[in-house]
């Protein structure tokens, strides 16, 4: 075939696929509109994972990657929750069309993104206007130029827009919605110029302090800020210097004709906006839609006066997402409160709650209730593994005693039941260690390769794997042996994470490298021969990450919580233990798995324990049987090392369990 005619059938394919979109819209909106009949809840899970799940079978029937069709289809169930929100009286009336939206920038600005994908799926005409800032474009809301405005309020890295806050106590207006933009900073020129040529850079203040760290590593190279990221792009455009660049989104880079020298230059790999939408007046949403619901107070002067409104709140079981505290104008030292929770004003527990609040407040205004964009009612499906999960609820056993065991002077306080008689469960992004289901931790044993990590990332995943590991920095008894591919390694374990959606768990060995890894990794490991490095311990103590310690060698139970205690008496309380195998006098194994050791400890502490089989048996074939006695006995989770070829593994090859024992496993706890 000719070029030509390959290119005319793939645009003949592109066109099918926007057709057949089309169509699956239809649809949407009759479903929408047969929800809305019956009163059915508008989301259903379970129906998203059951779509995604056959999504990933026949994408991988027909050849094609099933973590991209993954992604893709996440997009266009979104887009369908989107359109169903607002089809079918699900929401009222949306004034006159064409709708008049505005945000603070030029064309190409993030919250006009934002507003685009808010307002995209309404299927109505809307015009977009930029306002060069926040209180314009309010006003222009407040005294009816516009119907709606997009309002940026909170970022994941650079936390709250304080003047968008300030804004919203001042002027009399309600919220009826909200939109989460993803913030990938690109830095833009005329033409692929090397990043030595630039000499100046301009952006927005606020994109300039969420790439502090790109910028800090440039040289003779001015910084200045302008008022709004794309503005900087146009300028970049018209000024024709090829030593000038921008930061913006990509898409003001494609709107003004600039080449992108780099990526993502952002500290955070995750940046998101939260942006709300403000409106003149208050919107109803059906109660079948997960809402979350905005008010402002103040408190009385009084003890205790800010507890005993949020407690309004926890007494009626709604969850609160956000509270932030901003200086109250014309009283010093005083307080407005922001307060945002999971609850939608059309139900009588939250205008109920609204009530109990007003009457302890000093001062209380509704902004209004509208479909939440984050929050656990947001969050999205996730395909079934590959192997049935369903039962594995009940391999638990039964809940350990509460009451512990002997209570001498131990070397511990804080890791004891007795200072917490609740059971630790600690949260990695949807992942509970410690929580009702097993934790499933698995990879190989080091990092070597970006293909082999992806390939081990793929298949932890697939099978329904929680969490996946990698040694980068490895405790190797011989100095010449591989030692690991430190900070590259770490990089590689990252993005294979990244790529499959799996948080990562890695060992860090050096007091100075626990920031740093702290910075990339999920969760951090001290390994076996670093359970009594006590100035590592306390280093993990005094970072936001969870910390997993190995149990060691020659530890006694004892020794290993009185090293969980230095950790959590740093502050770090999200502690958890593995038990990988002791030094015995049995040399058959390359440890003794200490299986009693898991209901002691998990009565004796309320730190989740899980159990490592791979470095307790070293070969690979008795991994599995003692992997399914270790969740018997009621461990948390497992940590098994898996390889795709385990005999040419760099480290710990005798033990890897190769895919197909992986999956065998899997199945069998499944
Ligand atoms: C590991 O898990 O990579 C490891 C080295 O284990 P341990 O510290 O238990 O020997
Ligand atoms: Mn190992």
Avoid at 112 to 140: C, I, W
Avoid at 449 to 464: D, W
Avoid at 547 to 573: C, H, P, T
């Amino acid at each position: 075939m000719e070029l030509n005619e390959i290119r005319d059938r793939l645009d003949k394919l592109d066109t099918a696929l926007v057709e057949v979109l089309a169509e699956r819209q239809q649809l949407v909106h009759e479903v929408a509109r047969r929800k809305a009949l019956d009163g059915a809840p508008l989301r259903d899970l379970r129906r998203e994972e059951d779509v995604l799940t056959r999504v990933v079978e026949r994408s991988r029937d027909a050849g094609l990657d099933p973590f991209f069709m993954t992604r893709l289809f996440r997009e266009i169930m979104g887009q369908s929750v989107r359109t169903q929100e607002v089809s079918a009286g699900r929401e009222q009336a949306l004034p006159g069309a064409p709708l008049r939206v505005g945000y603070q920038g030029t064309e190409g600005a993030f919250s006009e993104l934002a507003g685009r994908r808010y307002f995209g799926p309404r299927g109505v005409e809307v015009s977009y206007r930029g306002y060069d800032t926040f209180q314009e474009m309010l006003e222009a809301v407040h005294d009816g130029e516009l119907d709606y405005g997009v309002l940026p309020i909170e970022n994941t890295t650079s936390g709250s827009v304080t003047a968008a806050y300030d804004l919203l106590s001042r002027m009399d207006l309600a919220l009826v919605g909200e939109e989460i933009q993803e913030v990938d900073h690109c830095l833009l020129a005329l033409e692929e110029v090397p990043l030595s040529r630039i000499r100046r850079i301009y952006s927005h203040p606020v994109a300039l302090s969420q790439c502090g760290r790109f910028l800090g590593g440039l040289r003779d190279c001015h910084v200045e800020a302008f008022t709004d990221t794309a503005m900087a792009a146009r300028r970049i455009r018209d000024e024709q210097d090829l030593s000038q660049a921008a930061i913006a989104s990509e898409e003001a880079g494609r709107l003004y004709g600039l080449t992108i020298i780099k990526r993502g230059i952002q500290d955070q790999p995750e940046n998101y906006t939260r942006m709300v939408i403000v409106a003149r007046e208050q919107a109803t949403f059906d109660r079948a839609i997960p809402c979350k619901t905005s008010l402002m107070f103040a408190t009385r002067h009084e003890e205790g006066a800010l507890l005993r409104c949020l407690s309004v709140l926890a007494e009626r079981h709604l969850s609160m997402t956000k509270l932030e505290s901003r200086p109250r104008p014309r009283n010093p030292w005083e307080y407005l409160f922001y307060v945002d929770f999971e609850g939608n004003l059309a139900d009588p527990n939250v205008s109920g709650a609204i009530q109990a609040m007003t009457a302890r407040a000093s001062f209380l205004r509704v902004f209004g209730s509208y479909p939440a964009r984050t929050g656990a009612e947001a969050r999205q499906a996730e395909p079934r593994p590959q192997v049935s999960v369903a039962s594995r609820a009940d391999a638990q056993p039964a809940e350990p005693a509460r009451s512990p065991a002997v209570l001498e002077k131990k070397a511990y306080t804080l890791a004891s039941r007795l200072h917490r008689p609740e059971d630790t469960v600690i949260r990695v992004e949807a992942i509970e260690i410690g929580g009702r289901r097993p934790v499933i931790i698995a990879g190989p044993c080091s990092v070597e390769s970006r293909e082999q990590i992806r390939a081990c990332a793929r298949v932890v995943k697939e099978l329904g794997g929680h969490v996946l590991r990698g040694g980068c920095f490895k405790p190797r008894t011989s100095p010449h042996s591989f030692q690991g591919l430190g900070y590259e390694g770490l990089d590689l374990l990252v993005e294979a994470g990244a790529e499959v959606g799996l948080p990562v768990v890695t060992e860090v060995m050096h007091p100075a490298d626990v920031g740093p890894v702290a910075e990339k990794a999920n969760i951090l490991q001290i390994g076996a021969r670093n359970m009594q490095n006590f100035s590592l311990l306390k280093e993990v103590g005094k970072v936001d990450r969870p910390v997993m310690i190995k149990r060691g060698l020659m530890a006694s139970l004892d020794e290993w919580l009185g090293a969980a205690e230095y950790v959590l008496a740093q502050g770090n309380q999200m502690v958890f233990l593995c038990e990988r195998g002791i030094r015995t006098f049995e040399t058959s194994t390359r440890n003794t798995l200490d299986l009693g050791a898991v209901p002691v400890v998990r009565e004796l502490s309320h730190l989740p324990v899980i159990v490592d089989p791979s470095h307790a048996l070293g070969v690979s074939r008795w991994v599995s049987p003692l992997a399914v006695a270790a969740l018997a006995c009621g461990a948390n989770g497992l940590m098994i090392e898996i390889h795709p070829d385990p005999e040419h593994a760099l480290s710990d090859g005798p033990q890897a369990l190769t895919f197909a024992m992986f999956e065998a496993l899997m199945k069998r706890i499944g």
